[in-house]
């Protein structure tokens, strides 16, 4: 809406990076939208300098800038034309339960824009929770062929979150205002210390610093309905407030612990390379149940166990002393029994039984009870074929990700090819694949299966960086940016 600040040339800097990756155009719009002002708002007062505003669009980054008059939005005025109404679920609470019809606004616009420019992505910021996951649902409902991509609050040196409006304040006021983010952020920091929670409390302290309380509410992410954050692993405390005659919003999170990942899908789909780099990138551990199932088959191969022998298997587990760390190059190593034995558990000969050996009811509930316990202050990127239904149901993020047969048989090649081992024929492999699918999809314990949250992505044709920044998207519209653990480290 112009009067750009820090804020917007963050968020166009994000988009020229994205747009100079994938050679497309960046375009900047600025539109004063009047259809989101109420009554004894200040839309006529509203920030408004188009050149500058064009020169620090430039300078950050963009290839052009539109700015529409309302004419050209709304061809013979807002009367004539279709408007569109926000779901009532969404704009309930918040902002939306004070400004009646703004985000009826917003949508209407917001719509009118994208479908005009008909890009391929949209960059927004998450200083405006609301309006972040009103857009989301817009775009999602009406199928449009748009990714909503969003970057953290912006801040002041002084921590307040930019914003246009922010002119309005006087030093007074703004050393006032200031208090704002503070406090949210204290409250935030000891509930996830205490889980603990004291709205009045936070309200009180705010208007000691004379700030005039609009609201101050806890909700859900993505409904933005009211909870309770103890029932929650992640939830918004968001506040209202005016300094003056100034109008401030401002949010944190509450986080009950760290994100926690879970990816499922059959074998040779590529889980355990993408999950090792995008847990890098978010700077969460890497979990690996795959390995952990084959260093146990490693293990019954070594000792000549019977599969058919429980009790020489459940003498083998009792003894297991199993251990999943990174080396000094951020490699993954499997130590079992003080032995490291990490390149022999990818054998064609381990790789032929683990499945055989995973189905087996005692190495299942050994294993699995060893994730659960890793997995307790969360922080984890678990990989294997029962993480999202069995050993991590409540993951704040579940991706079911799988390719063809064919194309794993191609990748199990190079795989052989790379570590030295001969390669089988591609259709023998895709074969054998198929029998694999077949046996861990049908097995009594821990079948394979896609939980019913999971998000499928079939990666026929995607390269890894391709994969990855889906998964990357895919973390992004479930846990805010704000507190990914690459933020905080």
């Known amino acids: 809406m112009g009067g750009l600040h820090k804020g917007h040339e963050a968020l166009i800097k994000t988009a020229k990076n994205y747009s100079q990756r994938n050679s ?32 620090k669009a430039q300078e950050a980054g963009a290839n052009a800038v539109w700015a529409p008059s309302i004419d050209d939005v709304f061809p013979e005025g807002e009367d004539f034309n279709f408007k569109i109404q926000a ?41 405006d929770w609301q309006q972040l996951i ?45 208090s704002l983010p503070k406090i949210l952020k204290e409250a935030s920091v000891q509930f996830n210390q205490t889980l603990s929670l004291n709205l009045q409390t936070i309200k009180n302290d705010l208007e000691k610093n004379e700030l005039v309380v609009e609201y101050i509410e806890v909700v859900n992410l993505k ?7 103890t029932q929650n ?18 949010h944190t999170f509450l986080m009950k612990r760290k994100p926690i990942v879970a990816i499922d899908g059959p074998a040779g789909a590529g889980k355990s390379t993408v999950t090792k780099i995008f847990a890098k990138k978010l700077g969460l551990i890497y979990l690996d149940t795959g390995a952990m199932y ?3 088959t490693w293990l019954i191969q070594e000792e000549n166990i019977n599969l058919m022998d429980e009790e020489a298997i459940l003498i083998a587990l009792n003894n297991l002393n ?26 064609p000969k381990v790789t032929s039984e683990v499945s055989k050996v995973s189905a087996i009811g005692h190495v299942r509930e050994k294993l699995t009870k060893q994730q659960k316990e890793i997995g307790l202050r969360g922080g984890i990127v678990a990989e294997g074929r029962d993480i999202g239904t069995k050993v991590f149901p409540n993951a704040d993020l579940k991706i079911f990700l799988t390719a063809s047969a064919k ?7 190079y795989d052989f090819q790379k570590q030295g081992f001969d390669v089988p024929n591609l259709l023998e492999l895709e074969k054998e694949i198929k029998e694999r699918d077949r046996l861990d999809s049908s097995r009594k314990i821990a079948p394979l299966l896609k939980a019913k949250d999971a998000k499928e992505l079939i990666t026929d044709g995607m390269d890894i960086q391709a994969v990855i920044e889906s998964m990357i998207d895919m973390f992004q519209e479930e846990i805010p940016e704000e507190v990914w653990p690459t933020k905080s480290l």
């Open 223 to 229: 409904s933005l309905t009211p909870i309770n954050p």
């Open 294 to 296: 084959r260093a146990v």
């Open 24 to 55: 497309t155009s960046l375009l900047v719009s600025i539109f004063v939208n009047p259809l989101q002002f109420g009554e004894n708002e200040d839309f006529e007062k509203y920030p408004r300098d188009l050149d500058s505003d064009i020169t």
């Open 322 to 347: 199993l251990d999943i760390n990174l080396s000094d190059k951020g490699d993954q190593e499997v130590i079992l029994n003080d032995q490291n034995i990490t390149n022999e558990i990818r054998s």
């Open 87 to 127: 779901p009532l679920s969404l704009k309930k609470y918040l902002c939306g339960s004070f400004r009646k019809k703004h985000f009826d606004g917003v949508a209407t616009v917001v719509f009118r824009l994208l479908t005009m420019v008909k890009p391929q992505q949209i960059f927004l910021g998450e200083k």
């Open 134 to 178: 009103i857009i989301r649902k817009l775009v999602n409902d009406f199928h449009l062929p748009i990714q909503v991509k969003a970057i953290p609050t912006i801040r002041d040196d002084d921590n307040l979150a930019c914003s246009s409006r922010n002119i309005y304040l006087s030093p007074e006021e703004r050393s006032k205002a200031i």
């Open 407 to 413: 194309e794993r048989a191609k990748r199990r090649a």
């Open 233 to 250: 692993q992640i939830s918004l405390l968001a506040a209202a407030v005016h300094c003056g005659e100034t109008r401030l919003i401002d």
